[in-house]
């Protein structure tokens, strides 16, 4: 009976989610690199733009009421049906209010025309993805994320079929955004016909003024961290388009999703941790110190040299896949790859705040990070373009790290001495990795010099016992749990 427990059934689902977030990433990347090199850096600037501005306004729709939902759901009984009727009526107020609010923005910004209608156009499939959250937090809460699961990756699927037969006869990013929202009409339908269908539940909005109102107080924690990190990962795209326009946005979306496609490895990595952190801070302090710094040591042995080895290829890569269209995006991609092992760190230490009730310091770091950034953006974008994009969101991913660095360590101790000696030794494998990549840069194909190098690289790392059979069998034992 154990194994059929929701806590069980949880974890279970938590891992088949984790496989299905790496394909959906994989495919989605696949995706915007194809629609980059067909479309041009203008045409996927002002592509990326639409997207980026609304997303900054879809988390003043949420409110962090779809984390709230998941979590009162997984403990309520009889009230799930007010819960739920409320939130959608609270959503249906706040849709009009965005709505507005957005329209408001973007002509008093004075865009073109055509911007104005891809951003309203990616409205339409803002709201449908809010909603689609709301329905996939309440299935969540009654302890199922196989459905989401199934439902991401064909998301994907439908965006790469339609936009790759779209391609074939428009580059127009009014109708490849349409392909986003044929997408999104599908999740919506299929998460609304689960809950209908499968748990009987009647997504009726009704507003009772003062459970409503009790909603938005507890639902306001949720909502800060949200936001906060939402402001700051989509305001470069914002300042970039009004500061230097559609093309600069255009250079600086490809590396940055070039940098961002590779989060799924530490949020799989803390999927698998977070349970653990969360048990051993409870009952044993030791091993939590333990599993920690490793995390971090690990996640450095993993992100130090794809930072180096795309640093050091970023040419190579951008010339034979992007073309020389996006020679431009050489440098930015250079910078920007640096913030990785930066980006990588901050999630365990992100995930042991969370672990140790202390979310409310996590969500101040968030907040202190967002104001770096947009300072920062507002300083560099005018005069070095996504280049300066680029080196604020180093500045504000430093900042970030060391926040949580400061805060982490009030909950364990840092092993500052092994921490110090395995990055030390990481570093000199990377070095050993990029002179091989030097080396062959003229003598190999540049697919064949990258496996050579990194093959070279995983040698060094049991050579210099930065990994030894130990923390193969440590890994393994995470992952698998």
């Known amino acids: 009976m154990e194994n059929n427990s929701p806590s069980n059934k949880l974890v279970k689902n938590t891992g088949y989610f984790t496989i299905a977030l790496v394909i959906q990433k994989v495919i989605s990347f696949t995706y915007f690199s194809y629609l980059a090199t067909q479309i041009g850096s203008e045409k996927i600037g002002q592509y990326f733009f639409a997207i980026s501005f609304v997303t900054i306004f879809s988390v003043f729709l949420d409110f962090g009421l779809s984390s709230l ?27 009009v209010i965005i709505l507005f609010a957005i329209y408001i923005t973007i002509n008093l910004l004075n865009y073109s025309l055509d911007i104005k209608n891809l951003v309203y156009l990616s409205c339409i499939t803002m709201l449908i993805d809010s909603f689609t959250l709301t329905f996939w937090a309440i299935i969540r809460g009654k302890h199922n994320l196989g459905f989401e699961s199934i439902a991401s990756i064909v998301f994907q699927i439908i965006v790469l079929i339609l936009g790759y037969v779209t391609l074939q006869y428009t580059h127009d990013p009014f109708l490849l955004l349409i392909v986003l929202l044929i997408a999104s009409s599908f999740n919506l339908i299929f998460s609304g016909s689960v809950l209908r269908f499968k748990y009987k539940i009647a997504l009726r909005p009704k507003l009772e003024k003062e459970f409503a109102k009790k909603l938005l107080i507890i639902a306001w924690p949720f909502a800060l961290a949200a936001i906060f990190m939402r402001i700051s990962g989509s305001i470069d795209s914002v300042f970039l388009s009004k500061f230097s326009g559609d093309q600069a946005v255009g250079y600086y979306s490809l590396p940055y999703k070039i940098t961002f496609a590779f989060q799924f490895i530490p949020m799989a990595f803390v999927a698998s941790l977070y349970p653990a952190f969360t048990h051993f801070f409870n009952y044993e302090k030791e091993k939590l110190k333990n599993t920690f710094n490793k995390s971090l040591i690990y996640l450095s042995v993993l992100s130090i040299p794809i930072a180096i080895g795309i640093s050091v290829m970023a040419r190579t890569i951008i010339l034979n896949i992007y073309q020389e269209q996006y020679v431009p995006s050489i440098l930015t991609l250079q910078i ?72 982490s360590n009030k909950v364990v101790k840092f092993d500052t001495k092994i921490i110090a000696s395995s990055f030390f030794r990481v570093i000199l494998a990377c070095l050993i990795m990029a002179l091989s990549l030097f080396f062959f840069k003229d003598k190999l194909h540049w697919l064949l010099n990258i496996a050579l190098s990194g093959s070279l690289y995983i040698i060094m790392t049991f050579i210099l016992r930065i990994l030894t059979k130990e923390d193969l069998i440590f890994l393994k034992q995470i992952f698998k749990k």
């Open 69 to 95: 939902l998941t979590r009162e759901i997984a403990k309520a009984r009889e009230t799930i049906q007010k819960l739920i009727s409320n939130v959608l009526a609270i959503k249906l107020i706040t849709s």
């Open 336 to 407: 920007l790859i640096c913030n990785l092992p930066l980006i990588f760190l901050t999630f365990p230490m992100g995930a042991l705040l969370n672990a140790a009730n202390l979310q409310k310091i996590h969500t101040r770091n968030i907040g202190f990070t967002m104001i770096v950034s947009i300072i920062a953006n507002i300083i560099l974008i005018p005069t070095y373009s996504h280049t300066g994009a680029a080196i604020a969101s180093i500045l504000a991913t430093i900042c970030y790290l060391i926040l949580n660095t400061i805060s």
